[in-house]
């Protein structure tokens, strides 16, 4: 099956820096991917729609300035996020749309766990 | 709202069947999904079903769909100690590749 790859898997920082984590198709063409994140024993909340070459799409109620996405090929979106603080420590999740399934069924990466000291 | 709903736990014995219940929101959804989360790890897909099926099974996987009263259950048959894990049932909003998460079921299996 398809496989999506996420990195780092954990990531620990100083609180006000920023944060990168990466999310790549390994095997097919990811027209579009989706970032969620994640919070302990609760569910996935979707924050964003990534779409190769243009610009994502958030969710209500997230700071677009606050996490940045860039899907710049068909094979990578990247979530970075920016002055992080605490509050931002999570598991962040991307998922991926193989655009030959006609399922429209989501390949989701291992996740990353992001911890802000 | 968009809430899908799930039960917060389960708890069976080794062999046992277990039956995993999620009430989804939008009666138009074209796709439900089952999705198995074991410890510190993403998601994976079990198995789906389409809105006009009533049933699928899947080796031990048994999806059931009850589009009038919006409910979706999983029954996984002779339950093993691999199984235990959190579940989410998933709806896709039609004409999006959207998915609205229930809120997940945590599984434990006792041996």
């Known amino acids: 099956g398809a496989v999506v790859s996420q990195h780092p898997s954990w990531v620990i920082c100083k609180s006000g820096t920023s944060v990168k984590i990466e999310c790549r198709s390994l095997d097919f063409q990811a027209t579009t991917m989706f970032w969620y994140r994640q919070f302990p024993k609760q569910s996935l909340m979707l924050m964003a729609t990534s779409n190769e070459g243009s610009k994502a799409t958030y969710e209500q109620g997230v700071e677009k300035d606050k996490f940045l996405i860039n899907h710049a090929s068909l094979t990578l979106s990247t979530l970075t996020v920016t002055s992080a603080h605490p509050e931002d420590s999570s598991f962040y999740i991307c998922?991926?749309?193989?655009?030959?399934?006609?399922?429209?069924?989501?390949?989701f990466g291992e996740g990353s766990r992001l911890t802000v000291l | 709202g968009e809430d899908v709903e799930q039960s917060l736990f389960l708890s069976v014995r080794e062999g046992d069947s277990s039956v995993i219940n999620c009430t989804y929101t939008?009666?138009?959804?074209?796709?439900l999904y089952w999705y198995k989360q074991e410890p510190g790890a993403g998601l994976q897909l079990l198995t789906y079903i389409f809105s006009n099926m009533d049933m699928k099974q899947d080796q031990r996987l048994t999806v059931l769909l009850n589009k009038k009263d919006k409910h979706l259950s999983l029954r996984i048959a002779d339950t093993q100690t691999g199984d235990s894990a959190i579940y989410f049932c998933a709806e896709r909003y039609p004409g999006t590749y959207k998915y609205i998460f229930g809120t997940g079921t945590r599984l434990k299996v006792l041996a």
């Open positions: 939008d009666s138009s959804s074209t796709y």
């Open positions: 998922s991926a749309r193989d655009g030959g399934y006609n399922t429209g069924e989501l390949f």
